[in-house]
């Protein structure tokens, strides 16, 4: 069966240091990924997503990127980070773009 | 207007209660349709996909009106496992994205 992981799941870090968080699926090839955010009080916002290796778009301007360096494994990363950029972050998975995506255990972010 | 608008309640209800729930869109282009039901400081799990013609799974019911665009969801014979909140979720007409609801707590009381 497929299973998604994240690390880490919680973490606190100062304005203006980078981040990097990483997400990583077993069981299932050339899955489509997401990287989402949730405010508090605010519903899931997609950041990015890809359908494969080095393919990124990006849904919303901002100071964060996001690399898949390879097939199951996605990236996201901050080289300065803002008060604003707090919040649950998700990594998802989907077979297909049109399929019900999974979402990993998700990191809470605070900014300090 | 919000892609995907639901009240944010919370709904109070007594074990063994029916409960609903509803959830507007805004484009009428949208082809896929989901609830998610994510547990506090957890990630969203899907509970369902909602079909045209509406399903049924165990005490869940889900519907789909694509002429008034809304999306509905039935819980009978409530427990208290089913306190959580419950996300309305539209895949947009370009495929990739998701677009989720805020969300509609549930309080399950014994």
């Known amino acids: 069966s497929q299973t998604i992981h994240q690390w880490p799941a919680t973490l606190v870090q100062p304005v203006g240091s980078p981040l990097s968080l990483e997400c990583t699926v077993e069981g299932t090839s050339n899955p489509n990924l997401y990287w989402y955010r949730q405010a508090a009080g605010r519903g899931l916002q997609l950041l990015f997503y890809?359908?494969?290796?080095?393919?990124i778009s990006s849904e919303v301007p901002q100071n964060l990127s996001a690399s898949r360096p390879q097939d199951r494994q996605f990236i996201l990363s901050s080289k300065k980070l803002l008060l604003s950029d707090s919040g649950f972050y998700l990594c998802a998975w989907s077979v297909l773009y049109n399929q019900p995506q999974h979402f990993g255990d998700g990191t809470r972010l605070s900014i300090l | 207007r919000k892609e995907v608008e639901q009240d944010p309640g919370p709904f109070n209800v007594p074990e063994g209660a029916t409960v609903a729930f509803n959830c507007t869109y805004s484009n009428s282009a949208s082809q896929s349709f989901f609830w998610y039901r994510q547990d506090c400081r957890k990630e969203p799990k899907l509970l369902m996909s909602v079909y045209s013609s509406g399903n049924e799974d165990g005490r869940f019911t889900a519907q789909l009106n694509r002429a008034s665009q809304y999306i509905s969801l039935l819980i009978r014979d409530s427990k208290l496992s089913d306190s959580a909140t419950y996300l309305c979720?539209?895949?947009?007409?370009?495929?990739?994205?998701?677009?989720f609801g805020k969300g509609t707590s549930l309080l399950v009381t014994p």
């Open positions: 890809s359908v494969g290796i080095g393919q």
């Open positions: 979720v539209v895949r947009t007409p370009e495929g990739y994205a998701l677009n």
